[in-house]
Nanobody
């Protein structure tokens, strides 16, 4: 299971930190990703990190503002978001990919959390 937390309402220019907690002994072997979805839109790639934490990938729209990290000893992945914009609004999901590194496709991910709402007001 994956459980996201840390969402909320924030003004434009503000910051939030999202966490994704995993259960089970295989978490450390999964590549992890964050996606977001707004009403009427498809799930959109935000950021991803390899199982070891040695490689990351970001959507162009969040580069320089968001940082993904992980702590395998605690089965957690964190997404630090700063300089938030209204267009960052959406439900943020974390996903786990037990296979190869193809981070920007939602189809890559086998497991998903329920999501956490992020709302950025202008």
């Amino acid at each position: 299971d994956l459980v996201e937390s840390g969402g909320g309402l924030v003004q434009a220019g503000g910051s939030l930190r999202l966490s994704c907690a995993g259960s089970g002994g295989a978490f450390h072997s999964y590549n992890m990703g964050w996606f977001r979805q707004s009403p009427g839109k498809e799930r959109e790639f935000v950021a991803a990190i390899t199982w070891s934490g040695g490689r990351t990938d970001y959507a162009d729209s969040v580069k320089g503002r968001f940082t993904i990290s992980r702590e395998n000893a605690k089965n957690t992945v964190t997404l630090r978001m700063s300089s938030l914009k209204p267009e960052d609004t959406g439900v943020y999901f974390c996903g786990a990919d037990p296979g190869g590194w193809s981070p920007e496709s939602a189809k890559t991910y086998m497991y998903w959390g329920q999501g956490t709402q992020v709302t950025v007001s202008s």
